[in-house]
Structure formats: structure tokens, C-alpha cells
């Protein structure tokens, strides 16, 4: 299984979308200092988007699973499971 988890700083206020089944989808960029990577990270399911939009520039970890952009196969986001909100 494939599972990671990185923490670093919410840089933007998270898209909100719908599927079609209406679940809400949370995409945000998440940059991680070690490394100097920045991680799309994409989250379904209930996810207090208000709550995420305002630790903007804050610390955060996401826990989830690598996957595949299929449009550009050499780059990979997260498929967020969890989000936790990091202590200042």
C-alpha cells in the first residue's frame, strides 16, 4: 500500500468543486519547505473547506496516497485521506 504523509504550508484557499454523485473536492497547493516541493493535494469527501480556507499560509499535514496526473504522467499529487491542522 502506498501511503504518505507530508506537512508543510497551505499556500492557497482550497478549489471547492462537486462530482457528479455531489461529493465535495477540496484541491490546494501544499508547498513542503524540505525539498522546497510543492504538492497538489486533492481531498473528497467532507472537508470543512471554510475551516482550510483560513489557515491559509499555516502549517498543515496531509495524510494520503501518491497518485498519477493522468494528463502529465511525470507528475504526481496526493489523494488526501486526512488533514490535520498543525499547533502554532
Known sequence: MNRVFFAGTLKARP????TPKGEKVAAFPLLVEE???RIDVVHVG??????LSQQVGKEIMVAGMLTQVKARPQHMKVRAHKIFWMED
Open 35 to 37: 525539498g522546497d516541493m
Open 15 to 18: 478549489e471547492i468543486t462537486y
Open 46 to 51: 467532507e472537508l470543512d473547506g471554510e475551516g
